[in-house]
């Protein structure tokens, strides 16, 4: 089209030999204008297309039409992307306390990834690059809110052992236990928990460096209570993993898994769009005796509407005399059993209220899906 606009300005040029040079000047500027006009309009086509196309780009990816629905627990290990500090100490010196850590401003919840340009992974890392420095002023790299930062600190000597010292508590793995919520056949792909693992102490969310799922079973429960959460109580088979996380969000922690080495009681089910989840009847899936998965009876009280920021998307209430007489609700470790309705999967249960343990809060399993094919 460019092209044809061209050839047709190029013949205007050729007839100012047949006409005057005022009439052609005039001619010639109102061709240039519109040419230019036209020119500027296929720019702004082509930007607009271009806009198109990346905004295309980097939609999110197609979900899985339809799920395996789990609701078995599995015993959860993690290992952090740097080491968390979880605490301020001071460090008794032939001077006095010290403390150097809260001296340089580090805090509970800061990652360290680096100490004297070296990579921090592991506790192993930072005592071994601590001890193998005589310098008294070294470079430490940590994570703040997400973003990197940088101090110096002077370690101090231990007037009780001999070594140097931070003046930090730290920690560099967890474990636990948890619920699968979904797997995924046609990838591999689970999902579980519905929330993310956080630090016990800080509440900070675990940088995830590697994971693995470990079998489990459960063993016994404490009951839930007004003001007292209850738990599941499992014991893991270190030999025995069966899957890898990939993933430690908000949302929920990801990975792959060998399906074979569970025993699902639910065949492949349709992924509920959240238009079609309603208030009312549903079940969940859910591990609360040695390795039996059952479906229990509860409720979907409330559905609030869909915030990208937030796991609490609908409030749900236990309503089955079984898994009530067992557990007296929702207890920790039931995080991640699938929530079903109208022959879909439709969410996860995320939290207990402490006050009320027969209820909780659920997350909508789109919004899971959401982060585990696109983070």
Not at 25 to 49: D, G, P, S, Y
Not at 269 to 283: F, H, N, Q, R
């Amino acid at each position: 089209m460019v092209a044809i606009i061209i050839r047709k300005l190029t013949r205007g040029f050729d007839e100012i030999k047949e006409k005057g040079l005022t009439d052609c000047m005039r001619e010639l500027r109102a061709k240039t204008h519109k040419f230019i006009n036209i020119v500027a309009l296929l720019t702004a086509i082509l930007m607009l297309t271009s806009t198109a196309a990346a905004t295309s780009a980097t939609q999110y990816k197609e979900y899985p039409k339809v799920l395996v629905p789990i609701g078995r627990t599995a015993g959860i290990k993690l290992f952090s992307d740097g080491v968390l500090i979880v605490g301020i100490s001071k460090i008794p010196t032939d001077k006095g306390d010290r403390s150097p850590a809260g001296d340089a401003g580090l805090k509970p919840g800061d990652i360290i990834v680096g100490l004297d340009s070296k990579k921090v992974t592991s506790v192993e890392d930072l005592r071994s690059i601590l001890q193998s420095k005589s310098s008294n002023r070294l470079q430490v790299e940590y994570i703040r809110s997400g973003k990197k930062e940088k101090c110096y600190i002077q370690p101090a000597v231990s007037s009780e052992d001999g070594t140097r010292k931070l003046g930090a508590w730290v920690r560099d793995s967890m474990a636990g236990i948890g619920t699968l919520t979904f797997y995924d056949p046609q990838t591999g792909k689970f999902g579980a928990l519905g929330h993310g693992i956080n630090d016990v102490d800080t509440s900070a969310l675990m940088p995830l460096a590697k994971g693995t799922l470990i079998m489990s079973r459960v063993v016994s429960v404490r009951p839930g209570e007004a003001g007292s959460p209850g738990e599941l109580i499992g014991e893991f088979d270190v030999n025995r993993e069966f899957g890898t996380l990939v993933s430690n969000t908000e949302f929920g922690v990801f990975g792959t898994m060998d399906i074979s080495a569970l025993k699902p009681i639910r065949g492949a089910m349709p992924v509920a769009d959240i238009s079609e989840i309603v208030p009312g009847k549903a079940t969940i899936l859910a591990n609360v005796d040695g390795d039996n998965i059952q479906e229990y009876e509860i409720r979907i009280k409330k559905l609030y509407p869909s915030d990208d920021n937030s796991i609490r998307d609908m409030i749900i209430e236990i309503t089955d005399p079984r898994l009530l007489a067992k557990t007296g609700g929702i207890v920790q470790g039931m995080s991640g059993s699938p929530i079903l309705q109208n022959g879909k999967i439709v969410g996860a249960v995320t939290h207990v209220l402490i006050n009320d343990p027969v209820r909780g809060y659920g997350i909508y399993i789109q919004k899971m899906l959401r982060h585990a094919y696109n983070d």
